[in-house]
């Protein structure tokens, strides 16, 4: 089975620009959850989404939201972006509750 | 809330030497895990624990499933350089979504 897929893996953007990341999940996984991964910081737990609804939403301002597709595809999309903003962005997807498997990853840079 | 407290916060290897580092919760937990995450990648699953005592195996690491369900082990035995990396425990309690720990950093001692 292919793993998860992330796109792109690198960002570069400025600061007040809004980008979308995507992600892939394994075949057969309908959850998907979004982290923000910064240096010192661990894993912060964005938001996860199951059969297209949001399930849970971590402690992330407005500017951070998501989607996900009937395909179990999910987008996550942030707004106004910050310097602080800059970081590695983690979707997981999972087989069950108390599973995940991650993918590479999206590098963003904010300038 | 879930709290996992994984340590050590980071250490040092020599090649050949024996690893341990560990995670413990506030509450029981149904469920732990260990992943390790090499700069720039996304973390990888190494073990996954769903049973309280389980001990369970891949390759050179053996990781267990605390008998009081709130605490977690992950030792590496003989390590080798591409060891070198973050690991991270996570774990839930039943219906629950998965909690981190803030990971251990190994490095190779030079």
């Known amino acids: 089975k292919a793993g998860v897929t992330q796109t792109p893996r690198y960002l570069i953007k400025t600061r007040g620009q809004q980008v979308t990341l995507s992600c892939s999940p394994i075949s057969g996984h309908r959850s998907v959850s979004w982290y923000q991964q910064t240096p010192g910081q661990g894993l912060q737990f964005l938001f996860e989404?199951?059969?297209?609804?949001?399930?849970n939403k971590g402690n992330f301002p407005g500017r951070f939201s998501g989607r996900q597709f009937s395909n179990s595809r999910s987008e996550m999309n942030v707004s106004t972006l910050e310097l602080g903003d800059s970081a590695l962005y983690l979707c997981a997807s999972s087989p069950r509750t108390d599973t995940q498997y991650f993918g590479p990853g999206t590098r963003l840079t904010v300038l | 809330g879930q709290q996992l407290n994984q340590s050590p916060q980071s250490m040092f290897i020599q090649e050949g030497e024996d690893v341990s580092m560990n995670c413990t919760s506030s509450s029981i937990f149904n469920t732990w895990l260990w992943y390790k995450q090499d700069p720039g990648e996304g973390p990888v699953l190494l073990i996954a624990l769903y049973k309280a005592g389980e001990l369970t195996s891949n390759g050179r690491l053996t990781a267990q499933f605390g008998i009081t369900r709130k605490d977690s082990f992950l030792n590496i035995s003989a390590s080798i350089p591409s060891d070198v990396g973050i690991y991270f425990c996570a774990g839930s309690e039943l219906g629950n979504k998965l909690v981190f720990g803030a990971g251990t950093i190994l490095r190779v001692k030079s």
């Open positions: 989404y199951f059969s297209e609804t949001q399930r």
